[in-house]
């Protein structure tokens, strides 16, 4: 699909309201219906930028804001460079703070503020042993997202 095309819809057209009708509509605000009125501009065809506008309102309210930080925070973790190289780094196994420092080459509190935002992102799980903090990767998801990039780099 070329990035400027919109897909249109295999299913069913939309019937087009008779005079008088009451039209069908997402329900969601007036927005919606300035949308399809500039679709409809855009189309030429008033059934099919109801079908559309029906269509994207549908995959909005399917949006749940928790799960949208939550990914948000995900992102912002991998996002920074020593970030990434400690889950690098931690897709070797476990290591502890002196190793990741050494292998970096970065003080004790940067590192440990790095290793405390990849923890609350919930990509990193912490194992404590007397004195020592050891950090591993917390879920194979983690690994299965550097194979991702891997593959999206190749197109």
Known sequence: MIDKELPM???KRLPVPLPGEKKESC???SACCDAEKTLARLYGDQS??????LHVCAQAKKIDEEDLLAEIKVFKAVADA???SILKLLTGGEL???EIMLAL????SSISHNL???EDA????ERKQGKWCHYRISDVAVLDMFSSVKQLKRK
Request: with cysteine; glycine share 10%.
């Open 9 to 11: 819809i295999p299913s």
């Open 27 to 29: 329900g969601v605000n």
């Open 48 to 53: 099919v930028a109801r079908e559309r506008c």
């Open 82 to 84: 020593t970030r990434l």
């Open 96 to 98: 502890c703070i002196g």
């Open 105 to 108: 080459k970065k003080p004790q």
């Open 116 to 118: 405390s935002i990849l």
């Open 122 to 125: 919930g990509l990193i799980k």
